[in-house]
Nanobody
Framework: EVQLVESGGGLVQPGGSLRLSCEAS????????MSWVRQAPGKGLEWVAG????????SYADSVKGRFTISRDNPKNTLYLQMNSLKPEDTAVYYC??????????????????????WGQGTQVTVSS
């Protein structure tokens, strides 16, 4: 059974940090490009960050650039999102998504869930004082 299970969300004060994890099972994690996508209350999905399967090249939305870091640990089948200097506008449910490309250097910036091969259940991040 294919699973993507996010964890690490919670309540944090503005300026604080959190590290999200996404544990993958049931597929060859190392062969898939991965993304973090979030959905704020009352809004649509917003792509946050992505990483390819080949050389670990990363990309970020302008809204999080310089504050968030995406990384992956292939032996542990786990994707991470280190979030620093959190702002109230970062409050959202955070999802991880997996997408296969024959070109290992490719990645996606899609904010559409059904464009991913696999999708997690999400973890809530709330930034509030």
């Amino acid at each position: 059974e294919v699973q993507l299970v996010e964890s690490g969300g919670g309540l944090v004060q503005p300026g604080g940090s959190l590290r999200l994890s996404c544990e993958a099972s049931g597929f060859t994690f190392s062969s898939y490009a991965m993304s973090w996508v979030r959905q704020a209350p009352g809004k649509g999905l917003e792509w946050v960050a992505g990483i390819n399967s080949g050389d670990g090249r990363t990309s970020y939305a302008d809204s999080v650039k310089g504050r968030f870091t995406i990384s992956r640990d292939n032996p542990k089948n786990t994707l991470y999102l280190q979030m620093n200097s959190l702002k109230p506008e970062d409050t959202a449910v955070y999802y991880c998504g997996a997408k296969y490309f024959s070109d290992s250097l490719a990645s996606t910036e899609s904010n559409t869930a059904n464009e991913y091969d696999y999708w997690g259940q999400g973890t809530q991040v709330t930034v509030s004082s």
